[in-house]
Antibody
Framework: EVQLVESGGGLVQPGGSLRLSCAASGFTLSSYWMSWVRQAPGKGLECVAN????????YYVDSVKGRFTISRDNAKNSLYLQMNSLRAEDTAVYYC???????????WGQGTLVTVSS | DVVMTQSPLSLPVTLGQPASVSCRSSQSLVYSDGNTLLSWFQQRPGQSPRRLIYQVSNRDSGVPDRFSGSGSGTDFTLKISRVEAEDVGVYYCMQTTHWPFTFGPGTKVDIK
């Protein structure tokens, strides 16, 4: 059974940093693109970043480019999102998702809430 | 960026009756290999999104056959043939043809 478990969310002040982790199990992480998708409270979904199987290709939405870094450790079955210079508008539930060959999320974690507030 | 629009944004339905959600994109979603990369997701209250349909009309494993997807180019539809209580939630379309990948605003389906 595919399982994705996010951790690392919490309350952080504007300008602060946070590192999200996603523990993957039930499939071979190194065979899949992976994604981070966020959802602001009461709002819709936004695809934030994607990373290729070997980490050689990364895509970021413009609103996080230069502030967020997606990475992975296939040996540890883990995906990460380093978030720096956080803003109030980054407040959201962050979902880790496995992506198919066309980068469509096919399995999602339960999400971790990031709140940016003073 | 490709803008995804959905209608209606709210859809009250009667149990056992059909329901239909429309999704339109600001650009063609035909990928370079000829496939059309439009997917549908269901998000039940308090849950993570779940993929229902990929590449316009392919149902994911375990998705009831009352769900179907159709369309082409820039115009797509999700249909529920007979709505059940467990179908309550928000439905999103998503395109992965053009980066940044974008979702529609969501259609909230509830029971009348």
């Amino acid at each position: 059974e595919v399982q994705l478990v996010e951790s690392g969310g919490g309350l952080v002040q504007p300008g602060g940093s946070l590192r999200l982790s996603c523990a993957a199990s039930g499939f071979t992480l190194s065979s899949y693109w992976m994604s981070w998708v966020r959802q602001a409270p009461g709002k819709g979904l936004e695809c934030v970043a994607n990373i290729k199987q070997d980490g050689s290709v990364k895509y970021y939405v413009d609103s996080v480019k230069g502030r967020f870094t997606i990475s992975r450790d296939n040996a540890k079955n883990s995906l990460y999102l380093q978030m720096n210079s956080l803003r109030a508008e980054d407040t959201a539930v962050y979902y880790c998702a496995r992506a198919d060959q066309y980068l469509v999320p096919d399995y999602w974690g339960q999400g971790t809430l990031v709140t940016v507030s003073s | 960026d490709v803008v995804m629009t959905q209608s209606p944004l709210s859809l009250p339905v009667t149990l056992g009756q059909p329901a239909s959600v429309s999704c339109r994109s600001s650009q063609s979603l035909v990928y370079s290999d000829g496939n059309t990369l439009l997917s549908w997701f269901q998000q039940r209250p308090g849950q993570s999104p779940r993929r229902l349909i990929y590449q316009v009309s392919n149902r994911d494993s375990g998705v009831p056959d009352r769900f179907s997807g159709s369309g082409s180019g820039t115009d797509f539809t999700l249909k529920i043939s007979r709505v059940e209580a467990e179908d309550v939630g928000v439905y999103y379309c998503m395109q992965t043809t053009h980066w940044p990948f974008t979702f529609g605003p969501g259609t909230k389906v509830d029971i009348k």
